[in-house]
C-alpha cells in the first residue's frame, strides 16, 4: 500500500510530465541528447535527465552541481506554472545527485564512527540544505544525533553521539 493518495500521486504525476515538457523543449533548443525518466517516490516527482550514448550532459550539472541546482529550480517554477502547486520536484542528471546522495552516506558514516569512536562533536564540511538532509538522515538511522550550525553558503552538520 503506498503512503501517497491516488489524488496526490496523479498530481505529482502531472508535475512530472510537466516538467518532462519543459526539459524536452530545454534539451531540443540546447541540441543535447538525454532520455527523460518520471517516477513518484515518497511525496515527491522525481525527474531524471539520462544520457544516451552520444551525450554528454555534464554541463547541465556544473562543478559542483550549481548548474543543476538552478535547473532543477527552473523546472519547479515550469511544473508549478502547469498544475497550479508549488514543486517539490528532484532533478537529477545523468545520475549526478544519485551518487552525490551515495558518496555523501560514505561520508557521514565516517563522521558517524569518529563521533562514536571520540565521544565528542564532529563537524561535516559545508553543504547545501540537500546535502545536509542527506547526512541528517543518515545520522538518525544511525541513531545519533545531528544538528547545522553556522550561515549559509557554509552551514555544515555536527554529529553527535548524545
Known sequence: MSDVSTEKRSLLEQEGDAAADYLEGLLDIADLDGDIDIDVEGNRAMVSIVEVKSGDLSHLVGDK??????????????????????SRLMLDVAGHRAQRRADLVEQAKVAIAEAQRTAAPVSMPAMTPFERKIVHDAVADAGLVSGSEGEEPNRRVVIRVS
Open 65 to 86: 552541481g550549481e548548474v543543476l541546482d538552478s535547473l532543477q529550480e527552473l523546472t519547479r517554477l515550469a511544473a508549478a506554472r502547469e498544475t497550479g502547486e508549488r
